[in-house]
């Protein structure tokens, strides 16, 4: 069973390749997160602009900024991802927002609210 407020989900991650891979899903971060080795390895463009953010502690660290792909339930979307020193890969509320998806903490999973900002295909 998992932890109350915990979801981890297995999400397809794509720059030039594409990974699936384990992310917190952090309702606390606005934009997603992945590693410097993650993004290389999935051809993950940087942007030649770098963006900060605040810590939970109040912690100023700035991360250069890129736009990957991702996919989870079927749905998929582009969105912004922040490239830095991360002990796990995050999924924020905007890619969430970009998928329809929302998180119940209590089951532990990711529920479709509603047609996605970028729809592939028909209705799902």
């Known amino acids: ?3 109350i407020g915990h979801v981890i989900e ?10 699936e891979v384990p992310m917190l899903v952090d309702t606390g971060a606005t934009y ?3 590693s410097p080795v993650l993004a290389d390895e999935i051809g993950i463009a940087r942007l030649g602009r ?7 502690n109040g912690a100023p660290v700035d991360m250069d900024v890129g736009v990957a792909m991702f996919r989870v ?6 969105a912004t991802v922040l490239i830095g020193e991360v ?3 995050l999924l924020g509320v905007e890619t969430l927002e ?3 998806l929302s998180v119940d903490p209590v089951a532990g999973v990711l ?5 996605y900002a970028v729809r592939l295909g028909g209705f799902r």
């Open 10 to 19: 297995k999400v397809v991650v794509a720059g030039q390749h594409e990974r």
């Open 111 to 115: 529920r479709k609210k509603r047609g």
């Open 1 to 3: 069973m998992p932890q």
């Open 87 to 89: 002990s796990e890969p």
């Open 50 to 56: 770098r963006y900060q953010i605040r810590l939970a």
């Open 32 to 34: 997603s997160v992945v």
């Open 73 to 78: 339930h079927g749905r998929e979307a582009p």
């Open 98 to 100: 970009a998928l329809g």
